[in-house]
C-alpha cells in the first residue's frame, strides 16, 4: 500500500515514515502543500494521503478542498495537533476521508489507514458527540451491520466473508462498535443491542 505524508514537521514525519514503513507500507514524504499537490499527481497514485492541517501553503481547508479535488477520488486524511472545534466534521464534509490526532499512537494510526484505504471514514470517538442519540444513530451503516452479524453470534470471519471485507477491518469495527456503545466485549455489545431492540 501507498502512502504519501505531507507534514512539514521533520521529527513526527520520519518518525512515522519508519513505523509504516516497517509495516510494509511503500511511503512517501513532503513537507507543504504544493509538495503534497504535485506527488499527488505523479504516478503510480497513493493509497491514502495523510495531510498536516497546518504545514505550510495549507490555508485551512482551502487546503483539505484541493487536495480532495487533486486525488480524483483516492482517500485523504487529515492529521492535526490542535484543530479548531468541528474541524474533525468539517474536513470530513469536505471530501476528507478521516482525520487523525497528531497525539494517537502509532499502531492506533496504522489500524486507522487500512480502515480509510478499505474505503470507510474514521474520526476518533472522543471527537465524536454520540451522548444521548438513540444506539443505532452512534453507529455507522457498515457499524450496524457488523453489529447485526454480532448479534447472530458471528464470527468476524463469517461477518467478513458476508460483507466482502477483510478480517482486520471487521476487527477494527467490533473495536469501534464496542467503544461506541461502552461494551466490555462483543457479547455485551449484542447484549445491549437486543434489549435496545436493535435486533
Known amino acids: 500500500m501507498r502512502i504519501l505524508i505531507a507534514d512539514d514537521h521533520d521529527l513526527l514525519r520520519d518518525v ?3 513505523y509504516l514503513e516497517a ?3 511503500d511511503v512517501s514524504v513532503v513537507s507543504d502543500l504544493p509538495g503534497a499537490l504535485a ?10 494521503v495523510l495531510l498536516d492541517f497546518a504545514m505550510p501553503g495549507m490555508n485551512g481547508f482551502a487546503g483539505v478542498e484541493a487536495a480532495v479535488a487533486a486525488t480524483g477520488g483516492r482517500p485523504v ?3 492535526s495537533g490542535a484543530a479548531p472545534p468541528g474541524a474533525a466534521e468539517r474536513a470530513l464534509a469536505l471530501g ?12 492506533s494510526v496504522v489500524n486507522a489507514i487500512r480502515f480509510i484505504a ?23 451503516a457498515r457499524e450496524r451491520q457488523v453489529l447485526e452479524g454480532l448479534c447472530r453470534g458471528r464470527s468476524n ?16 469495527h467490533v473495536k469501534l462498535v ?18 435496545a431492540g436493535f435486533c
Open 96 to 107: 476528507a476521508s478521516g482525520f487523525l490526532p497528531k497525539t494517537m499512537p502509532a499502531r
Open 23 to 25: 509495516e510494509g507500507f
Open 178 to 195: 464496542c467503544r461506541k456503545l461502552q461494551a466490555r466485549n462483543r457479547t455485551h455489545a449484542a447484549m445491549l443491542a437486543k434489549e
Open 157 to 172: 470471519k463469517e461477518i467478513a466473508r458476508e460483507l466482502a471485507l477483510s478480517e482486520p477491518t471487521i476487527k477494527l
Open 118 to 140: 478499505s474505503g470507510e471514514r474514521y474520526i476518533p470517538l472522543d471527537m465524536r458527540g454520540t451522548e444521548g442519540t438513540a444506539l443505532a444513530d452512534r453507529l455507522t
Open 77 to 79: 486524511a487529515i492529521m
Open 39 to 48: 506527488a499527488i499527481e505523479a504516478e503510480p497514485a497513493h493509497d491514502v
Open 16 to 18: 512515522l515514515r519508519t
